[in-house]
Structure formats: structure tokens, C-alpha cells
């Protein structure tokens, strides 16, 4: 994210406004944009606007994705993520339960963090939307970030469907960054 938009977040109640845009990585140059607002309850956490961003660029794990069903039971999911701008990106089927929920409830809470010591990441909140657009150009990112490329078994059999696929855009309202390298160390501990 940028650090205009950052140090907005950073402000309690804050206003985003995102301008439009062309969507920079479709194939025909036709994938929808959409004009946004959305109001942030906070940024929190050690790491600057510029190092949750970098964090997001480089983290090459999946984020955890959470959304409450009808029956009011949790759905956990991993997902390929990437940063774009202000946004989170994912790409998923269409007809998985994952989108069948968040067309019902376009909410969710995401983790971005590894697994091996020492901990440190990003979570949040986020409001989503399902683009039936966007898919296939975000999942050739996806295999590109995850797999180095589109020539691999894998990535040739999930891109033979990419016209399926749906994108997913987290628009962050809330995130917090934790950093428990230097507790993990025997320093003192990081706020989280």
C-alpha cells in the first residue's frame, strides 16, 4: 500500500478513497476497476506502512482467510495471496463454499504469518469482493509468485481452468503487525 494510503489507515476513523484504474495485468486490458471507500478503525503494530508492505511482497506462504457461514460456524481457508496497491488479491473457483459465503457476507479476517520461529506477521479485517473478471489474470500472478512461472505441470493444469477462476479483493479496515523476533531471542518483546 502506498504510504498516502497507510498514513491514512494509521488515523482512527479514516477515510480511504482509491481512484480508478485500469487493471494492470489483464490480458485484454478489459478487467473491471472499481471506484472505493472504506473506512478504517486502525493500523497497528512494530511495523511501519512500508514494512507491511514489504512483508506482503515478499511473504511467499498463503494467508488464512476466515468467514462465518449460515449456520454461524467459522470457515478457515488458505489462499495464494499477493499485494496489489491497497489490496489483497486471491484467486479461487467459482463454486467453492468460500465464495458462496462471502456473497452471502463479503467480511473476513486474514493472517499472514509463517509457521517456523521467529513469529512475526500481518492479520486484519477486511470487506471483499467476488470479481468474476479478474480470475485468470491474478491466478497467472499467483503461479508466477508461488511456482516461478506457468511452466510447471501444476501451473499449466490450473491455468487451463484460469477462465474459471474468480478474484478475490480484500479491502483491508483494519490490520496489525507483530514481530516477536526479538521476544524470541531473549530481547524484550515487541508490542503486538
Known amino acids: 500500500m502506498s504510504r498516502r494510503v497507510w498514513m491514512a489507515l494509521a488515523v482512527r476513523g479514516a477515510v480511504l478513497q482509491k481512484p480508478r484504474g485500469a487493471f494492470p495485468h489483464s490480458t485484454t486490458g ?7 471507500t472504506v473506512e478504517v478503525a486502525n493500523l497497528r503494530g512494530p511495523f511501519s506502512p512500508e514494512e507491511v508492505d514489504a ?4 511473504a511467499v506462504i498463503p494467508m488464512r482467510l476466515a468467514t462465518v457461514g449460515p449456520t454461524g460456524w467459522p470457515l478457515v481457508v488458505s489462499l495464494w495471496f499477493l ?28 493472517e499472514i504469518a509463517g509457521d517456523e520461529p521467529p513469529y ?13 473478471h479478474a480470475g485468470g489474470p491474478v491466478l497467472e500472478l499467483l503461479l508466477t509468485k508461488y511456482l516461478g512461472g506457468t511452466s510447471s505441470p501444476l501451473a499449466q493444469r490450473l491455468m487451463a481452468d484460469a477462465a474459471d477462476e474468480v478474484c ?14 526479538r521476544r524470541m531471542s531473549g530481547g524484550t518483546a515487541d508490542p503486538a
Open 120 to 132: 512475526r506477521g500481518v492479520r486484519g479485517r477486511a470487506e471483499v469482493i467476488v470479481d468474476d
Open 30 to 36: 478489459d478487467a473491471p476497476t472499481y471506484p472505493w
Open 55 to 58: 512483508f506482503l511482497d515478499d
Open 168 to 181: 478475490l479483493r480484500l479491502r483491508p479496515r483494519s490490520v496489525v503487525s507483530w514481530d516477536f523476533t
Open 83 to 110: 499485494r496489489h496497491g491497497d489490496e489483497i488479491l486471491a484467486a479461487t473457483r467459482p463454486t467453492s463454499t468460500l465464495v458462496a459465503f462471502l456473497t452471502q457476507e463479503p467480511k473476513c479476517g486474514f
